[in-house]
């Protein structure tokens, strides 16, 4: 039972365009929403959150929407760079991050230069 | 970046043998996790800790055990390694909103 989903294992961008990634949840008990970005042979890293008194929050060239009616979030990364490519991860909680989190399984980011 | 080291970073075990995890941090951060990585299916808790001598399974545990005697410190047991054990183990502490993750420990059960 996938509570979080990524529903694309993988998406390419050109560079300097408009980079979307997905994520689908499933319990509404989650209130707190993440995304973690991960290289290759290292830990993912925090990029993002939101917490569900908003429905936007923006971190320089990335910002994070979350439509609570449709159990939906998206970040966005604009404009997206090569050094954006990476693994992308969501993540969901029901007590502000601070217990158990919920991963989706991952989107691949691919920016073509 | 947080202080965070997982040791070893790789090891290769055969089934059957015991092989314990260890994570490191000197944030002091109240909260610690273990995750395994797998393709397909991201990033899935083990157990985490809240606290000294305090912790709690999560969506995958069986197969696994932990101890937390000193807040630094975070240790994953597996008792009788499997193959199907085989991933990526990732530590991970947290003291509000985020949480940060160690490099990772690549284990290999033959």
């Known amino acids: 039972d996938q509570q979080v989903k990524q529903n694309s294992p993988s998406l390419s961008v050109q560079e300097g365009r408009i980079s979307i990634l997905n994520c689908d949840y499933t319990n509404s008990m989650f209130d707190y929403f993440l995304w973690y970005k991960k290289y290759p042979a290292e830990g993912p890293t925090f990029l993002i959150s939101i917490s569900s008194i908003k429905d936007k929050n923006e971190d320089g060239r990335f910002t994070v929407f979350l439509n609570k009616s449709a159990k939906h979030l998206s970040l966005h990364i604009v404009p997206s760079q090569p050094g954006d490519s990476a693994v992308y991860f969501c993540a969901a909680s029901g007590n502000f991050g601070n217990e158990k989190l919920t991963f989706g399984t991952g989107t691949r980011l691919t920016i073509i230069p | 970046d947080a202080g965070i080291t997982q040791s070893p970073r790789h090891k290769v075990t055969e089934t059957g043998t015991p092989v314990t995890l260890r994570c490191h941090q000197t944030?002091?951060?109240?909260?610690m996790y273990w995750y395994r990585q797998d393709p397909g299916h991201g990033l899935r808790l083990i157990h985490y800790s809240y606290g000294v001598k305090d912790t709690d399974k999560g969506e995958v545990s069986d197969g696994y055990s932990v101890s937390r005697s000193k807040t630094e410190d975070f240790l994953l047991t597996l008792e009788s390694a499997t193959s199907s054990q085989t991933s990526v183990y990732f530590c991970a502490i947290s003291e509000r909103d985020e949480q940060f993750f160690g490099p990772g420990t690549r284990l290999t059960v033959l």
């Open positions: 944030e002091n951060h109240r909260y």
